[in-house]
Each structure stands twice: as C-alpha cells, then as structure tokens.
C-alpha cells in the first residue's frame, strides 16, 4: 500500500466502522493528517494577516474546516485499525483518559491480526 492509496482508502471508506485497517493504512494516514496541519498552520497567519502565531491560533479558518472535515474519516479509520487487533472500536473511548492513550498507540503499533477474527479478512486490499 502507497500513501495516496491509504489517503484514498480512508476517504472512501469513511462511514464504515465494521471492517479493518492495516498498519499502514492508519499511520499513513496520520502521516497526511500531519504534513496538511503543519501546511495549514502556515497558511493560517498569512490569511489573517498577521506574521505571528498567536493571531492563528485564534483565526485559522482552513485548520478549522480540515479539522471538521477529517474527523469522521479519522475516527472510522482508527476504529478499523482497533478491529484489525481485535479490539472492539469502543475501547478508542479510552483516549479521554489520561492513562488510557498508552494502550491505544499499543495497539495502533501492533501487529495485524493473521488471518480471520471476529471483524472479518484482513485489510490488505488493492486499490485501483
């Protein structure tokens, strides 16, 4: 899997919370989610017209709407990742503790699961 191909997995698949996600998938994605928040961060003072910071962090109007517009395609493509592990997607509640985002980037690190489990075949899938 390349990376234009896990951007276009993880759009696509964006509303479902069934299946699962390969490791790749997931960082891949995180990896595109970074490298727009940091362009965007950039973007975002020079439209509110300040050389500062402090004013973006206040007006950053295209981080807002990527932030609004990525976060169901986040949230399903680490609830996918959660299944790849056999781990049910309600155990991502846990990342509102404190304590509870260690065994979460376990898992998002962690090997696939071989073969069958409870949440269907594997994720390696070829996109075309």
Known sequence: ???????????????????????????????????????????????AGAGSTEYSEIFAPLSTMFSIGIAVPSISVTVRRLHDVNRTGWWYLIVFTIIGLVPVIYWMCKKSDEGENRFGQPSLVQVS
């Open 1 to 47: 899997m390349n990376f234009f191909d896990a951007i276009k997995i993880c759009f696509v698949k964006y509303t479902n919370f069934s299946d699962r996600a390969s490791r790749a998938e997931y960082w891949l994605f995180s990896l595109f989610i970074l490298i727009i928040s940091l362009m965007l961060s950039l973007i975002d003072p020079l439209i």
